[in-house]
């Protein structure tokens, strides 16, 4: 069964670009997240997504924004980049039961280099 | 505001002994706590969780312990492996909310 995929899996921007981050889910899994990891600290949870409905956000600006489209897919924007969001950019699924007892589903992330 | 701490970065242990990995959370509202192994350049990949109404967890050479009173819980890797070199990360949320907290990480290296 193929995991979480993200891309890309690495990417430079300079200040002040803007950067679209894309995921696809576990096949079933109908609810996605991102969250951000800077070096040496552990992830930070950025949105929640599910059946294309934002369903929670972290301490995060407005420039950053993300949606989900019919197929599950996701993407996470983020405008006017700052050197601080230089980090490794996590997309995680899972399937939601309603008991709490589902654990996220990481893909190995996105390296994002802001110059 | 760091909910969720792991106050030891690193810890060492030799192979086929135990690993005992701890984690300490500050929100009473956290009902569900799961622990993540990640690798280098790979995302982290779930372990082993446990809900609130419990107190143990064991799957295989993986136990967690948790003690809702002191707010604390810790994972068991018995016996440690080589390939169980990898940083650990403690998480928590509420029920019903996927909104995960996560600890800094502990790096463990199992020496031969």
């Known amino acids: 069964d193929a995991g979480v995929t993200q891309s890309p899996t690495h990417l430079i921007k300079t200040r002040g670009q803007h950067v679209t981050l894309r995921c696809s889910p576990i096949s079933g899994h109908k609810s996605v997240s991102w969250y951000q990891q800077v070096l040496g600290q552990g992830p930070q949870f950025i949105f929640q997504y599910y059946e294309k409905e934002e369903r929670g956000r972290g301490n995060f600006p407005d420039r950053f924004s993300a949606r989900q489209f019919p197929n599950y897919s996701s993407e996470l924007n983020v405008n006017a980049l700052l050197l601080g969001d230089s980090a490794l950019y996590l997309c995680?699924?899972?399937?939601?039961?309603?008991?709490?007892?589902?654990?996220?589903?990481f893909g190995n992330g996105t390296r994002l280099t802001v110059t | 505001d760091q909910q969720v701490k792991q106050n030891s970065p690193s810890l060492s242990v030799q192979e086929g002994r135990i690993s005992i990995l701890n984690c300490d959370y500050t929100?009473?509202?956290?009902?569900?706590f799961l622990w993540y192994k990640k690798y280098p350049a790979e995302g982290p990949t779930f372990l082993i969780s446990i809900s609130s109404i419990k107190d143990k967890n064991e799957d295989g050479r993986f136990t967690v312990f948790l003690n809702k009173s002191a707010k604390h819980l810790s994972l068991h890797i018995v016996p440690s492996q080589p390939g169980d070199s990898a940083v650990y990360f403690c998480a928590a949320s509420p029920l019903n909310d996927y909104k995960l907290s996560f600890g800094a990480g502990t790096t463990v290296t199992v020496r031969a």
């Open positions: 929100n009473s509202m956290f009902d569900y």
């Open positions: 995680a699924s899972t399937i939601l039961t309603g008991t709490g007892d589902s654990p996220l589903h």
